[in-house]
């Protein structure tokens, strides 16, 4: 299996414009869930979803951010407008409902900087 | 929301020498994991415990789980330079992280 596989790798983008991430889970993997990582605020879960259904969307910060899963195997996270303080790395991570200890596998994370 | 507290936040030690970080909360946790993340990359489970008072072994690391579940510690023994990254924490209900330990092994 390829894994989480997370794109773009690196993105670079001027204050104001729209960002959008993308995610492919593991697949069979029912859970999938969107952090985002700084130095100041550690790793923090923005969002995750079961079977393709928003469950928990309390730590997305604002209405700036919106994620969806159209389908089991691809869910995008949005940023309109982007803003200086949004550059960090986000991490996709997808979990399989059959796994004993809920062990996330997390993609290599999409690093996003905002000018 | 149940909060995780993870110290030291910054470590770094000369190989061979053993050292312990810890994860500690005031809620209870019905299990709790740890993960290692090496620069670049997204982190990697590395055990889930789940018993008050479980210890669990992988090679050189110590895990253990405290007897009420509100803590846990990590114990390396005679680290090595590939021990170096940041060492996470999270409650296995609610998939929240603590901040981390940075630990960096010198040769």
């Known amino acids: 299996d390829a894994g989480v596989i997370q794109s773009p790798r690196h993105e670079v983008t001027e204050m104001g414009q729209e960002v959008t991430l993308r995610c492919k889970p593991i697949?069979?993997?029912?859970?999938l869930f969107w952090y985002r990582q700084t130095m100041m605020r550690g790793l923090e879960l923005l969002i995750y979803f079961n079977n393709n259904v928003p469950i928990d969307d309390s730590g997305m910060p604002e209405d700036r951010f919106s994620a969806k899963m159209p389908n089991a195997s691809f869910s995008t996270l949005k940023i309109q407008p982007s803003e200086p303080r949004d550059s960090a790395v986000y991490f996709c991570?997808?979990?399989?409902?059959?796994?004993?200890?809920?062990?996330?596998?997390f993609g290599p994370g999409t690093r996003l900087t905002v000018l | 929301t149940q909060l995780l507290e993870q110290s030291p936040q910054f470590l770094s030690i000369q190989e061979g020498e053993n050292l312990t970080v810890y994860c500690n909360s005031s809620?209870?946790?019905?299990?709790l994991q740890w993960y290692r993340q090496e620069p670049g990359e997204g982190p990697v489970l590395l055990v889930t415990?789940?018993?008050?008072?479980e210890v669990k072994k992988l090679k050189r690391l110590t895990f253990q789980f405290g007897d009420a579940r509100k803590d846990s510690s990590l114990h390396i023994t005679a680290a090595q330079p590939g021990d170096t990254g940041l060492y996470l924490c999270a409650g296995a209900n609610d998939m929240r992280f603590g901040a981390g330990t940075r630990l960096t092994v010198k040769p």
């Open positions: 697949s069979g993997h029912d859970y």
């Open positions: 991570a997808s979990l399989g409902a059959g796994s004993s200890y809920n062990e996330q596998f």
């Open positions: 809620s209870v946790f019905s299990s």
């Open positions: 415990v789940v018993t008050g008072g």
